[in-house]
């Protein structure tokens, strides 16, 4: 799980060529004007031109896949935070769905594909990934007292989502999971409270319920 | 326990039951710290006052007897603690400044006084050099003398040098009364940073994360457990010991650091005496565990509890009750430890805005049978 933000190479072993590293920014056409081949990243905008005659080995081919992810990665500063953020916090992964493929009465939304899988997967995990960011940053959350949510909720704990709606006497309402974030973020953290539908809110409660993951619900248990 | 703080403060009209409480809380408050002739005193004073005053229940029940038995040569005696204040300076945090200093109130209006006060690690939060000087200002505000320790909060910013500087050096022993007392320092961890080439303040921040997986495991080290055991050596069996560490000397929860990596080897130092008791820090919750003949209990933290681990509670700690998210000082406070003639101790840990817990010495000597704190209604789930 640590390169979900790194594409997926879509490099056929056979393109393996001699890398000029200059990023080409004509099209297949204007490489065949000019020799060789272009060799294109699945993002369909990032190319590296091959020229003819590079030998086809796993040596050259690697050199390619290089020369394309050092142009992605200088075009996308800052594309580590989830495997550094993986590396310091644990994030329950959500459900791979990998059951999914390849079964089914081939209809088209009982069928998904193992991209479309992993899209899921990696988009999910990615959300909860950031949501860590902000539980474990004073900054983000936006305190005026250097105090994050981990500080009394280590990887989570003690935050009991799926308890949620309840009647909470404090607060003079039925609240759900969101209210109560706010509630931390206002009282204890001393930051500013997030608007609902806010993506840090989104997160912080994707990383939340994620770590409870396969409890089973229990609204208005204390 | 007796406590006045259980007693109903009515200003006008006072009950009998009331003040029969008040009566029953001065004559306990009066025993703590006594030998028998002024326990003799006190007990027929109590009476006296008692009497003079109307009341008509029967005093002599609540009379404990154990103590004129008790060993004249190793009295009865009690110190405090404060721990875990995770100061940042006043203006970016005046909570946590606030909250140690009420922790300094109350020890400084514990009547008898305590011998001497423990403060049991983390005065810093993040090691830095004005937050160690907030802290140490504050602490010379108690009246009794101050036995200092360290914590991974006031070391990994400069490795522990501001922290010598201002307090000594990080392990140390002294006598009390009979009682032989060492102080470690348990959270040595082997070198992360390096490799990685961290700066001090990431360093700091890395080890300040509890559930942060890119630090080590908290030990005390080969040198530092070669010391103890020369430190020991000249120690008999038979002399109590009370052991200070940061960390909880035993394996709890490791992915929150509520371990010890070389506790075992620790333990097995500490096995050939007939009563031992460790304190420690760092885990911010009522905690109790007994190994052999080693009793260990939990500090309080004055700036936030932590939650009770997933796994790993060792059996004979009752929980204290989840505290109220809405209550800033709710769940945290400081705590009282009262050593008995033979070396055991009672537990007190003294929790902001809600009644005290005590863990006896029966509670733990006679495995959990006897003398059980009163279990919490809102457990950890």
């Known amino acids: 799980m640590r390169s979900l933000t790194l594409p997926v190479l879509a490099l056929a072993a056979a393109a393996a060529a001699a890398v000029n590293a200059q990023s080409a920014s004509g099209n297949s056409s204007s490489a065949a004007t000019q020799g060789g081949k272009v060799v294109k990243l699945c993002d369909n905008q990032t190319t590296v031109r091959v020229p003819n005659g590079t030998p086809k080995t796993r040596a ?30 644990t994030v329950v992964p959500p459900d791979d769905n990998l059951r999914l493929v390849g079964s089914g ?13 992993r899209l899921w997967n990696n988009e999910t995990y990615k959300f909860a990934v950031y949501g860590s960011t902000v539980f474990h940053s004073g900054a983000e959350l936006g ?27 404090q607060l003079g309402r039925v609240v759900l999971l969101r209210d109560m974030i706010n509630w931390c973020i206002e009282h204890p953290v001393r930051g500013k409270v997030l608007d609902p539908d806010d993506p840090k809110m989104r997160a912080l409660e994707a990383y939340i319920l994620a770590q409870r993951k396969g409890t089973a619900l229990d609204y208005g248990k204390r | 326990m007796a406590d006045e703080r259980n007693v109903p403060r009515i200003p006008h009209v006072r009950s009998i039951e009331t003040r029969y409480l008040e009566q029953r809380a001065a004559l306990f408050r009066g025993l703590t710290n006594l030998d028998r002739r002024s326990f003799l005193k006190v007990a027929t004073g109590a009476v006296g006052a008692a009497v003079a005053a109307g009341a008509e229940y029967p ?20 110190f405090a603690y404060i721990s875990d204040s995770h100061l940042y300076v006043a203006k970016t945090n005046e909570r946590f400044v606030r909250q140690l200093l009420r ?12 011998d001497f006060v423990l403060y049991g690690g983390d005065l810093a939060q993040l090691g830095r050099k004005d937050q160690l000087d907030l802290g140490a200002e504050i602490l010379k505000a108690v009246k009794a003398p101050v036995h200092m320790m360290v914590g991974e909060h006031d070391w990994f910013y400069d490795l522990g040098e501001h922290w010598k500087e ?61 010391w103890l055991r020369k430190d020991l050596e000249r120690i008999p069996s038979s002399t109590p010991l009370i052991v200070f560490s940061h960390s909880p000397l035993y394996k709890y929860y490791r992915p929150w650091n509520f371990w010890t ?7 097995a ?89 005590e863990v006896k010495a029966s509670y733990l000597s006679s495995g959990g049978r006897q003398d059980a704190p009163e279990a919490p209604l809102l457990a950890s789930y």
């Open chain 1, 105 to 117: 009465q081939r209809s088209t939304y009982g069928s998904p594909s193992l991209e479309e899988v």
């Open chain 2, 59 to 78: 005093f002599h029940s609540f009379l404990p007897v154990n103590v004129a038995h008790a060993d004249e040569a190793r009295p009865r005696w009690s």
């Open chain 2, 166 to 226: 201002l307090f000594g050096p990080e392990h140390y022993s002294f006598d009390h009364k009979g009682v032989h007392c060492v102080v470690l320092m348990s959270v040595n961890e082997r070198d992360f940073w390096t490799e990685r080439g961290m700066t001090p303040i990431e360093r700091m921040q890395t080890v300040a994360g509890l559930d942060d997986k890119i630090q080590s495991r908290f030990e005390v080290g080969a040198p530092q457990r070669e």
């Open chain 2, 261 to 267: 990596d070389d506790a075992e080897e620790v333990q």
């Open chain 2, 103 to 114: 922790a300094v109130d109350d020890v400084n209006n514990l009547d008898p006084q305590p």
């Open chain 2, 269 to 357: 130092i500490l096995g050939r005496f007939e009563h031992v008791t460790v304190l420690h820090g760092h885990t911010h919750q009522v905690l109790t565990h007994r190994i052999g003949n080693i009793d260990f209990h939990g500090m309080l933290s004055t700036a936030w509890p932590w939650p009770y681990a997933p796994e790993g509670l060792p059996a004979l700690t009752v929980q204290m009750s989840r505290p109220n998210p809405f209550d800033s000082n709710d769940g945290l406070g400081d705590g009282t430890v009262t050593v008995h003639p033979d070396g055991l101790v009672d537990k007190l840990y003294d929790l902001w805005n809600r009644n005290p817990m």
């Open chain 1, 60 to 89: 050259a081919g690697e050199k390619i896949s290089a020369a394309l992810m050092a142009q992605w990665e200088a075009k996308h500063p800052g594309n580590t935070w989830v495997s550094e953020e993986l590396q310091a916090h």
């Open chain 1, 143 to 169: 305190s005026e007292i250097a105090v994050s949510c981990d500080m009394c909720h280590p990887n989570a704990a003690n935050t009991h989502p799926e308890t949620y709606p309840k009647f909470q006497p």
